[in-house]
Nanobody
Framework: EVQLVESGGGLVQAGGSLRLSCTAS????????IGWFRQAPGKEREGVSC????????WYADSVKGRFTISRDHANNRVYLQMNSLKPEDTARYYC????????????WGQGTQVTVSS
């Protein structure tokens, strides 16, 4: 079964850190762009960061540049999102997405993990 599973969310005070994990099962991350998205209540889902798994190139939303870092673990088919200097406006449900760059039609989503930052 193809699955993406996120973990690592939680409640943290402003200025704190969390590390989110996205683990794939049933497929490998080769040939995929792995992205982190977030959705806060009443807002649209937005892209936070992504990585082209094969070459490691990355992109970050302006709102998280310098605070968040995306990384990969080849051996464990996992991608991380290290989130530092968290702000209350980072509060959202965070989702992992994997999109096949060969056709951009194969697209997987995880169930999300909640991040809550208190002021």
């Amino acid at each position: 079964e193809v699955q993406l599973v996120e973990s690592g969310g939680g409640l943290v005070q402003a200025g704190g850190s969390l590390r989110l994990s996205c683990t794939a099962s049933g497929f490998g991350f080769d040939n995929y762009v792995i992205g982190w998205f977030r959705q806060a209540p009443g807002k649209e889902r937005e892209g936070v960061s992504c990585m082209v798994h094969d070459d490691g190139s990355t992109w970050y939303a302006d709102s998280v540049k310098g605070r968040f870092t995306i990384s990969r673990d080849h051996a464990n088919n996992r991608v991380y999102l290290q989130m530092n200097s968290l702000k209350p406006e980072d509060t959202a449900r965070y989702y992992c997405n994997a999109k096949d760059v060969r056709d951009y039609a194969t697209d997987y989503w995880g169930q999300g993990t909640q991040v809550t930052v208190s002021s």
